[in-house]
């Protein structure tokens, strides 16, 4: 039977992606409640969100080739499963040991069907892929931005399972709502899909790659240093009205993306989103005591991150052949947390070695960007979007 995916419902790649994004926002709210309810040391409970990321990375290492052999519907609907039911049975959990496999096995279902969301969805609107991920990107930047609210409240007035709930009731809704089927039109063996897997991807795809690793991991060290530079002039409450502007401004900035793809070229939405980065590192490290300018920063790589989101997924999707494309998801994602990695472990947080630095951050974020926005598009014939 022959299946297209422009009739797959997106009910369930949506549902889950919101599961997906509020879990990064809600596990750490909810940590210490269950390391207090689990009678676990503080170390022991920071295992419970590292062993999440790390089955999550080694996870998305097979996620996207996985895909791009069997199905990306098959391996999508595999790891909703991992990530539905371990996330449900995490509610009724009773030592640590067993909350440390659930977390493991809900790492594992993310890291098979995360790169497969961008995946799918670029897939099912070929004719206009920019404006569908833009509107995915604007809700999933929505619920990050608004839960952490809801579950601070939910796990302050019930248990930590109240703040959790959410996040194993959407994924379960997403499952019951997936279609078993695959994304391609039989179950055989596709020998096409198979050699193209083996396929080299190109330079300039490795270019857009190394912008994800370089201006993620500007951004992500941006969102730690609100916290980690913070004074007695911002407050815990701040930081936190400090994010959700953060996500908010990112949120609409994936639905002006949609507009502004037919008035700018892609490459230059990401220049410019690599300059609005580097201003923003340098203005909260000129005075990160300052309310005001910090509100204006957060909205401004806010307005960065929308458009480092889609223009890189896009890009990277018509530079490499469809079969590729849970390749290329997986490697956006691995070099985005990477990248995130690296610049929290070894660019300075502290404010007075920052004010030193940040200016030669912010320029190398802005040149390199500039440089392998450039090298991607050297050599590369003119895009046209996919046919049907």
């Not at 889609?310 to 849970?326: I, W």
């Amino acid at each position: 039977m022959t299946v297209r995916l422009s009739t797959l419902p997106a009910f369930g790649i949506i549902v889950v992606s919101i599961a997906y994004v509020i879990e990064i926002t809600t596990f750490p709210l909810i940590l210490g409640a269950l390391t207090d309810t689990l009678h676990l040391t503080r170390s022991q409970g920071l295992w419970l969100a590292s062993a999440y990321k790390i089955a999550l990375v080694c996870s998305l290492l097979i996620g996207g080739p996985m895909g791009d052999r069997f199905g990306k519907e098959r391996i999508f609907a595999v790891g909703t499963a991992f990530f539905s039911l371990s996330s449900l049975a995490l509610l009724f959990v009773q030592n640590g040991e067993t909350a440390l496999v659930l977390r493991v096995l809900q790492g594992i279902g993310a890291g098979l069907f995360s790169p497969m969301i961008p995946a799918l969805i670029a897939a099912r609107r070929r004719e206009n892929a920019v404006s569908a991920l833009s509107r995915w990107g604007m809700i999933t930047g929505l619920a990050a931005a608004v839960y952490p609210f809801i579950a601070a409240v939910l796990t302050q007035s019930t248990s930590w399972q109240g703040g959790w709930l959410v996040v194993p009731l959407f994924a379960t809704v997403a499952l019951l709502g997936l279609p078993m089927i695959s994304d391609r039109q039989d179950q055989t063996p596709n020998p096409v899909n198979e050699a193209s897997a083996k396929v080299a991807l190109s330079a300039s795809v490795w270019a857009i790659i190394a912008y994800v690793f370089l201006n993620y991991g500007a951004t992500t060290w941006f969102i730690y240093a609100i916290a980690t530079m913070q004074s007695d002039a911002i407050s815990l409450t701040q930081t936190g009205v400090l994010l959700f502007v953060l996500w908010s401004v990112f949120a609409l900035g994936n639905l002006a993306v949609s507009q502004l793809n037919r008035l700018l070229s892609m490459p230059t939405l990401l220049q410019i989103g690599a300059i609005f980065n580097a201003i923003g590192i340098l203005l909260l490290c000129y005075d990160p005591t300052n309310l005001y300018l910090a509100f204006f920063t957060s909205g401004l790589i806010g307005i960065g991150m929308a458009l480092n989101n889609v223009p890189t997924t896009d890009l990277a999707f018509r530079m490499s052949p469809q079969s590729a494309h849970g390749r290329v998801a997986s490697l956006d994602i691995i070099a985005a947390r990477l990248g995130g990695a690296a610049c929290v472990v070894l660019i300075p947080f502290h404010a007075s070695a920052s004010l030193w630095f940040a200016p030669v951050f912010a320029v190398c974020v802005v040149a390199f960007s500039f440089a392998l926005v450039l090298f991607s598009m050297r050599g590369t014939p003119k895009l046209a979007v996919p046919a049907e």
